[in-house]
T-cell receptor, first 113, second 116 residues
Framework: AQSVAQPEDQVNVAEGNPLTVKCTYSVSGNPYLFWYVQYPNRGLQFLLKYITGDNLVKGSYGFEAEFNKSQTSFHLKKPSALVSDSALYFCAVYMNRDDKIIFGKGTRLHILP | NAGVTQTPKFQVLKTGQSMTLQCAQD?????MSWYRQDPGMGLRLIHY???????DQGEVPNGYNVSRSTTEDFPLRLLSAAPSQTSVYFC???????????????FGPGTRLTVL
């Protein structure tokens, strides 16, 4: 079955440290992968996407993600965390077989001052 | 551009009542979708549409109906509300290029629904 998983419910990082939010996927064919962020009482906002090409994708607010085909992963990263990065992060995959976009369960990121 | 708008922002229903959650977008996006967000469950796809007159079921379609008579509007109908439908509902839209859906979605602000 095609799916996307975020193995961590919550990630805590000290301000200024690098952060990683993990995502793994299981799809047939080439994956189209996305990261979104949700701030309290708001809708989701797009951060970045991987369609094809370079495995390292750069996005909004200094975030980047690394596509790893052999490990079927698409981890979100940032070199230096800010307190304002604290939010709920969702990984998503486009299932091209039936035009659906499926989201992971989300990872809550806490950046500690 | 207003983007994706949803009404109402909040709604309280009694079990068995019906209602329609409204969603509209002014970006001429072909693709529109409805998700529900529940704690620990992430976002789950309810229904989606790849264009006017075309709708399809997502992961959790039971108890919900949709229609897509125009490109702009994609209402979600709760036929007979149940407490299990208490959730936050998000509508989203996306541009479809060459009939492959790999563009980012734009989300509305959400509707918080409580069913008593």
């Amino acid at each position: 079955a095609q799916s996307v998983a975020q193995p961590e419910d919550q990630v805590n990082v000290a301000e200024g440290n690098p952060l990683t939010v993990k995502c793994t996927y299981s799809v047939s064919g080439n994956p189209y992968l996305f990261w979104y962020v949700q701030y309290p009482n708001r809708g989701l906002q797009f951060l970045l996407k991987y369609i094809t090409g370079d495995n390292l994708v750069k996005g909004s607010y200094g975030f980047e993600a690394e596509f790893n085909k052999s490990q079927t992963s698409f981890h979100l990263k940032k070199p230096s965390a800010l307190v304002s990065d604290s939010a709920l992060y969702f990984c998503a995959v486009y299932m091209n077989r039936d035009d659906k976009i499926i989201f992971g369960k989300g990872t809550r990121l806490h950046i500690l001052p | 551009n207003a983007g994706v708008t949803q009404t109402p922002k909040f709604q309280v229903l009694k079990t068995g009542q019906s209602m329609t959650l409204q969603c509209a977008q002014d970006m001429n996006h072909e693709y529109m979708s409805w998700y529900r967000q529940d704690p620990g469950m992430g976002l789950r796809l309810i229904h989606y549409s790849v264009g006017a007159g075309i709708t399809d079921q997502g992961e959790v379609p039971n108890g919900y109906n949709v229609s897509r008579s125009t490109t702009e509007d994609f209402p979600l109908r709760l036929l007979s509300a149940a407490p299990s439908q208490t959730s936050v509902y998000f509508c989203a839209s996306s541009f479809v290029s060459s009939r492959r859906l790999y563009n980012e979605q734009f989300f509305g602000p959400g509707t918080r629904l409580t069913v008593l």
